[in-house]
């Protein structure tokens, strides 16, 4: 992920900022890191460069696509 | 391949040309990816995809195609009908294709886009209507063109047009009205 895309994220949970640590950086993309709220003492990992924002426990109504076509 | 797969190329170049200049976009349930590349590429947008399926995101991201936009492109991994995860007024448009149908809470989940759109940001929607083919082969419900105007409606989209792309998916367009329903403020 680019660390300027930190700008729209917000903790899932609270919607409070998220603080940004790089473990891997590639021309400018964050591949390895964590995403940490302290609000609610929460980390959500950033793995192959894309951030995981689904909540601790991934609510049952989660939507990701179609499964349809 | 059935006939939704060959017809979403046509849908894709008209999904561009709805969002035209606006800037950046957001795709909801981006699954592979493929509109969210395309839009990059057609218009040099940043455009953000959202999807909860890492696989789906992962085996994007290794295709030549994604490659020559990664620089537009960004990937979360999240709940396409929950954005608390971004931010009020981050996108100037947002497309789905083939997702709203799936939001259990469509009221709750349309007032979530609109949090998340710019005053007059543009909401772009391809979905499949009830009664046709694809309510055949994959049993889904879907709803009647009247049902997702009203959903828009009540979740304060405005100049709402809708098109029938094919027999039964329709293209619908509208803009977030530019005053804010009370409780989003």
């Known amino acids: 992920m680019k660390p300027q895309l930190l700008e729209i994220l917000a903790c899932p949970l609270c919607k409070a900022e998220l603080t940004l640590t790089i473990m891997e950086e590639k021309n400018g993309e964050v591949i390895t890191g964590t995403l940490y709220c302290q609000k609610c003492a929460q980390e959500y990992p950033i793995t192959d460069g894309i951030p995981n924002l689904l909540p601790p426990e991934p609510r049952v109504s989660a939507v990701g696509g179609a499964t349809g076509p | 391949?059935?006939?939704?797969?060959?017809?979403?190329?046509?849908?894709?170049?008209?999904?561009?040309?709805?969002?035209?200049?606006?800037?950046?976009?957001?795709?909801?349930?981006?699954?592979?990816?493929?509109?969210?590349?395309?839009?990059?590429?057609?218009?040099?947008?940043?455009?953000?995809?959202?999807?909860?399926?890492?696989?789906?995101?992962?085996?994007?991201?290794?295709?030549?195609?994604?490659?020559?936009?990664?620089?537009?492109?960004?990937?979360?991994?999240?709940?396409?009908?929950?954005?608390?995860?971004?931010?009020?007024?981050?996108?100037?448009?947002?497309?789905?294709?083939?997702?709203?149908?799936e939001f259990m809470n469509p009221p709750e989940s349309l007032r979530e886009l609109r949090r998340v759109l710019k005053a007059s940001g543009k909401f772009i929607v391809v979905d499949f209507v009830k009664g046709g083919e694809a309510e055949r082969l994959w049993a889904e419900r879907y709803y009647t063109p009247c049902e997702i105007e009203s959903m828009l409606k009540e979740a304060g989209f405005t100049d709402i047009a809708m098109e029938f792309v094919y027999d039964d998916v329709v293209f619908v367009t509208s803009r977030m009205s530019c005053t804010r329903l009370k409780h989003e403020t």
């Open chain 2, 1 to 101: 391949m059935n006939i939704y797969d060959e017809m979403e190329p046509q849908f894709y170049h008209k999904i561009a040309e709805a969002v035209g200049k606006a800037n950046p976009i957001l795709d909801i349930g981006c699954g592979e990816g493929r509109l969210t590349n395309f839009l990059a590429r057609t218009l040099g947008s940043e455009v953000c995809g959202v999807d909860i399926s890492d696989l789906k995101l992962t085996k994007d991201r290794e295709t030549s195609d994604a490659r020559d936009v990664s620089d537009l492109v960004w990937f979360v991994k999240g709940d396409a009908s929950q954005l608390d995860f971004l931010v009020n007024d981050s996108f100037a448009a947002i497309v789905s294709i083939y997702v709203l149908h």
